[in-house]
């Protein structure tokens, strides 16, 4: 018998991608040794015939794979003539198994093991289902809006082995593109044709201005688009997503920002803000502090905002775990979105 496994590294996890397991015989079989048209060999009757060697008789095997003792009687004849081998003597009622039986269940047993690893790596039962499962999101997001989210999941899906990263739209995209993500939180829009989208909801970008006063009201002022010009910026880098919704704005409204500088952190950008850096345009929810050295605007006559959603890579099997988790999540988010309101 010849197994070969290759297995490939990434991503701090190993993922089986090839096993191959089969028999390799070089026997001519004589016409003695072999009847015609014998069932080859397979899973089924190497489990039967451990089901044998673990059972203190045929009849109790049998009872035990919910066969008849004649049906496992043939089975393990044609399991002797595959192998030209005698696998068991007879001693009064006892079946004994001989040393080819002895080597053959070593080599069975890893056989019918591997293909049960198999069958649990691509479970997709939900009550089965011990895979991890990789979800991937923004951390502006990540702090402002999933934690409550992310706790009632965990509460809900007590067995799952969920694990988060988080990263950029681009690079949650490519990863559920080339399968190292589940499900992603995205900011819209992505051109991606390969993947499922669940749409969330909108989210208002506000202008933050530095102010030299602390700041213990909530309230939203109102900007003039021209009062944008000139001014320094702190914005997010040209490669995210939001910097993309933020520089379409700003070709809207006929003018070039004046960007300072540059950072993925929002709350990087917002103490850089307090300290008289500069301008910025966050979202609304990571600007609810309740003391804070900025003022919050709206563009008048314009509204400024992102669009989230849960994104799965389009596939012809799913797995049903995502399936349910996307559901879970989509409703909890809504919840969340529609209390902060």
């Not at 933020?246 to 803000?273: C, G, H, Q, W, Y």
Request: some cysteine; proline content about 4%.
């Amino acid at each position: 018998m010849v197994l070969r496994l290759s297995y490939i590294k990434g991503g701090g996890r190993h993922a089986l991608v090839l096993v191959e397991c089969f028999w390799q015989t070089r026997i001519t079989a004589s016409k003695s040794c072999r009847k015609s048209g014998a069932a080859k060999m397979d899973i089924h009757q190497l489990q039967l015939f451990l089901a044998v060697m673990d059972s203190p008789s045929m009849t109790s095997a049998a009872e035990k794979i919910h066969l008849s003792p004649g049906a496992v009687s043939l089975q393990l004849h044609n399991l002797a003539d595959e192998l030209r081998a005698e696998l068991f003597v007879r001693r009064g009622k006892r079946l004994v198994p001989t040393p080819a039986a002895e080597r053959l269940a070593e080599r069975a047993r890893e056989v019918v093991r591997m293909m049960s690893q198999i069958r649990q790596d691509f479970e997709n039962d939900l009550s089965k289902d011990v895979r991890p499962f990789e979800f991937a999101t923004g951390v502006t997001t990540l702090i402002y809006q999933l934690g409550r989210p992310l706790r009632q999941l965990r509460e809900n899906y007590p067995k799952a082995d969920i694990r988060v990263t988080v990263g950029v739209t681009e690079e949650m995209v490519a990863g559920l593109l080339d399968r190292r993500f589940d499900l992603v939180l995205i900011s819209l829009p992505v051109s991606e044709q390969n993947l499922r989208l669940i749409p969330l909801f909108d989210e208002e970008l506000l202008v933050v201005r530095p102010s030299t006063r602390n700041v213990t009201t909530g309230r939203i002022g109102s900007i003039r688009a021209a009062e944008l010009a000139g001014v320094p910026f702190l914005l997010y880098p040209k490669r995210s997503n939001m910097r993309r919704v933020i520089d379409s704005f700003f070709r809207e409204i006929n003018i070039v920002p004046r960007v300072a500088m540059e950072a993925d952190d929002t709350e990087a950008i917002k103490r850089l803000v307090e300290s008289g850096f500069g301008y910025s345009i966050l979202p609304e929810h990571a600007l609810s502090d309740k003391s804070r050295f900025f003022h919050k605007f709206r563009i008048e006559g314009h509204h400024l905002k992102r669009s989230l959603a849960l994104a799965t890579a389009r596939t012809e099997c799913p797995r049903k775990l995502t399936e349910s988790i996307a559901n879970f999540l989509h409703g909890a988010l809504l919840q969340e979105s529609n209390a902060g309101r």
